[in-house]
């Protein structure tokens, strides 16, 4: 699939194309987004609100806003506790398979990248598993590298079934698929479907996606609303930040989850805030400015946002930044993690797809939430 022969906005045969209007509307808030037109009265007229409008939330995520992160972080705080208490979620990922079929050129896994590839046997998978659950940890996030030939929907549909057995709360992090796809891989087990944009700037999006399904902008773009069609108790939505424009990046995932919770109200929706990571055979990482507090200045303005929504902090965050995120932003926190495939139980089958930073142990972070006067959480759903 040369890129030259490919339109990015034209779906490639076999992808699924629902009824939505949600692409166009979040498309046309973000070109118009002028952050620099925001200013300190902007910002603090938002922070008097309960209920942020997009304007305010614009506003928030301008550099307006820098000067109040302390107001808006104590404002957040608030709204977290609220909606979601003191309690503290820890899931771990699961990393199957490392295959791609894509050329994205931040990836550590892109199909042009010499490294260690490799994929889990379902006897490899359980054994996985079974290490995992001997942390105490409920939920998983299964992982694949983006390849339908290695990693087939079939093959994560069992991989699901197995984890279903040992884990009340099933997550993927897998490549878009259809409606009728997503409705099988439920009916294995699988409750939370995470997709991220990578960057929402079509041009970008071009530029870093050389080649392979991921290329299609819009297929990618409507993952979370066939997940939620086909029934997925929820969706996660996120943006590489870095990547291109981290400002307008944030902005579009906002828009995106916000007019899916309108349509879908049910929706569990929750957001994820990766920053560009080094990787193996990467040698220009730009993370185009996204430092700490952008990324904190991020989550803040999502929480303000959307008060009922999930906010994620992964390991590719220090431990301090972790630590002070959560209870204030953050309501989950993964642990014990692995981002190779395999790894939890005997050595790694393939390379990993970026360096982590934290490497805590599950019961480390268990303590620290503790000790933070926060309550770890295990099981938050039964599967009946």
Do not use: W
Not at 125 to 154: F, M, N, P
Not at 215 to 237: D, K
Not at 359 to 383: A, K, W
């Amino acid at each position: 699939m040369k890129s030259e022969h490919v339109n990015h906005l034209n779906y490639l045969d076999g992808m699924e194309a629902i009824d939505s209007d949600i692409m166009e509307k979040v498309l046309a808030l973000v070109n118009k987004y002028d952050y620099h037109q925001y200013t300190s009265k902007d910002v603090e007229r938002a922070l008097m609100k309960d209920l942020l409008t997009l304007e305010d939330y614009a506003a928030i995520l301008s550099p307006a806003a820098m000067p109040y992160l302390e107001d808006m972080a104590s404002k957040a705080t608030t709204k977290t506790k609220r909606h979601f208490g003191n309690s503290v979620s820890i899931f771990t990922p699961l990393y199957i398979s490392n295959y791609c079929e894509n050329h994205c050129i931040y990836c550590g896994f892109n199909c042009h990248n010499k490294i260690k590839r490799g994929m889990l046997s379902f006897a490899e998978i359980e054994e996985e598993l079974k290490e995992v659950a001997r942390t105490g940890l409920k939920e998983i996030l299964i992982l694949t590298g983006e390849s339908r030939h290695k990693s087939g929907v079939e093959y994560i549909g069992e991989a699901i079934r197995l984890a279903a057995n040992y884990f009340s709360t099933v997550g993927i992090e897998i490549y878009p698929l259809n409606t009728d796809e997503y409705s099988l891989l439920k009916a294995c087990g699988a409750d939370f479907v995470s997709v991220y944009q990578e960057t929402y700037n079509t041009d970008k999006y071009e530029q870093v996606h050389l080649s392979g399904p991921k290329r299609i902008f819009p297929y990618r773009f409507n993952s979370q609303e066939r997940a939620l069609l086909s029934g997925m108790r929820g969706v996660a939505f996120g943006a590489l930040l870095g990547l291109d424009n981290f400002r307008k990046d944030a902005f579009a995932v906002g828009l995106h989850a916000f007019f899916i919770q309108q349509k879908y109200p049910h929706a569990e929706i929750s957001f994820s805030t990766p920053r560009l990571r080094p990787y193996i055979n990467n040698e220009k990482n730009n993370p185009n400015d996204v430092h700490e507090k952008q990324l904190l200045q991020v989550m803040l303005a999502y929480r303000l946002f959307m008060p009922f929504a999930g906010i994620t902090i992964s390991t590719r965050e220090r431990a301090g930044f972790r630590d002070n995120v959560i209870g204030m932003v953050a309501t989950k926190i993964s642990a014990g993690v692995c981002v190779g495939v395999g790894g939890h139980k005997e050595d790694e089958k393939g390379d990993e797809q970026f360096e982590i930073s934290d490497s805590r142990s599950v019961s480390e972070v268990h303590q620290m939430i503790l000790n933070r006067g926060l309550q770890p959480v295990y099981t938050d759903y039964i599967r009946v």
